[in-house]
């Protein structure tokens, strides 16, 4: 009986070394025992800083402005332009500005293009 309890707990000793063999970080060896303290053997593992990333400063700029044309702001016509009028004074027989002042009333004239050569 008593080597029997000694040969299961020599395989079960076995097989968790077995399992835990892939999930060691620093190489395939196995080691077994009781540490009080600090371990007399510690092998040097060089001490690697974190890489540093340069993360360049976000810049934004504003968006450009809209521009609409009149028929995007707008599904009416546009108006007509005004018509721009001369002013004629009978009584000096000249247009304003060339006469700031008319003993009569004014007469509004629609301009028209100067005559053809």
């Given at each position: 009986m008593r080597y029997i309890k000694i040969a299961l707990i020599l395989q079960a000793i076995i097989v968790l070394g077995l399992i835990s063999k892939p999930a060691l970080a620093h190489g395939p060896s196995?080691?077994?025992?009781?540490?009080?303290?600090?371990p007399i053997y510690r092998p040097y593992y060089p001490y690697y800083p974190a890489p540093y990333y340069y993360y360049p400063p976000v810049v934004v700029a504003p968006p450009a402005p809209q521009i609409y044309s009149y028929t995007e702001r707008s599904s009416e016509e546009p108006p007509p332009p005004q018509q721009a009028?001369?002013?004629?004074c009978p009584a000096s027989k000249?247009?304003?500005?060339?006469?700031?002042?008319?003993s009569s009333d004014?007469?509004?004239?629609?301009?028209a293009p100067p005559p053809g050569p």
């Open positions: 196995v080691r077994f025992g009781v540490v009080i303290g600090e009028y001369w002013y004629y000249a247009y304003y500005p060339y006469v700031t002042q008319c004014w007469q509004r004239v629609a301009p």
